[in-house]
């Protein structure tokens, strides 16, 4: 009994110690990536009117991914796409 208990813990050790592993690289790539991506510039189109898009609906879309992403993302760009 005590064989089996010993291969249940070292086999459920190994896994979380590979999920923490998976993790932690992750959160290191990803620091890495933001560190060396140029940063996105926002695109104003110069030739837009104002009538493309409401002012509540751009309001609602910058506070929808502001929400969504807790305050890391930001909206750079807008494109109405033609049905």
């Given at each position: 009994?005590?064989?089996?208990?010993?291969?249940?813990?070292?086999?459920?050790?190994?896994?979380?110690?590979?999920?923490?592993?998976?993790?932690?690289?992750?959160?290191?790539?990803i620091?890495?990536?933001?560190?060396?991506?140029?940063?996105?510039?926002?695109?104003?189109?110069s030739?837009?009117?104002?009538?493309?898009?409401?002012?509540?609906?751009?309001?609602?879309?910058?506070?929808?991914?502001?929400?969504?992403?807790?305050?890391?993302?930001?909206?750079?760009?807008?494109?109405k796409?033609?049905?």
């Amino acid at each position: 009994m005590s064989e089996v208990l010993k291969l249940i813990l070292t086999g459920m050790g190994t896994v979380f110690f590979i999920l923490i592993m998976v993790v932690v690289l992750g959160k290191i790539i990803i620091r890495i990536t933001n560190m060396l991506a140029p940063a996105l510039q926002v695109q104003v189109a110069s030739n837009q009117s104002s009538s493309e898009i409401e002012p509540a609906k751009l309001a609602a879309i910058v506070s929808a991914v502001e929400t969504v992403t807790r305050g890391k993302g930001k909206v750079t760009f807008i494109e109405k796409l033609s049905e």
